[in-house]
């Protein structure tokens, strides 16, 4: 189970990132050098609208499998002192 999550968490962060490294060095400088500014936006809009769709799923499946993997090892119990 644990490989699972930790399989999950990762690809989360895969994709979050990786494509945040596409959207800004491989996808922008292109559509800035090729396309002119009245076709650039509607096609950066739509690419990063599905981006972002794709990067919510990615933080849900990162927030469910790291808490998953906290509780399934046991939460770290708070100490306070002088009580």
Not at 10 to 21: A, E, N, T
Not at 41 to 67: C, D, E, K, N, Y
């Amino acid at each position: 189970m644990r490989s699972i999550l930790l399989l999950l968490h990762l690809s989360g962060v895969i994709v979050w990132i990786g494509g945040m490294f596409f959207a800004q060095f491989c996808l922008r400088p292109v559509a800035a050098s090729q396309l002119p500014p009245p076709q650039r936006l509607p096609l950066l809009a739509a690419v990063l609208g599905r981006f972002f769709t794709a990067v919510a799923l990615s933080i849900v499946a990162i927030l469910g499998s790291g808490f998953a993997s906290m509780a399934a090892t046991g939460l770290p119990r708070r100490r306070c002192i002088g009580m």
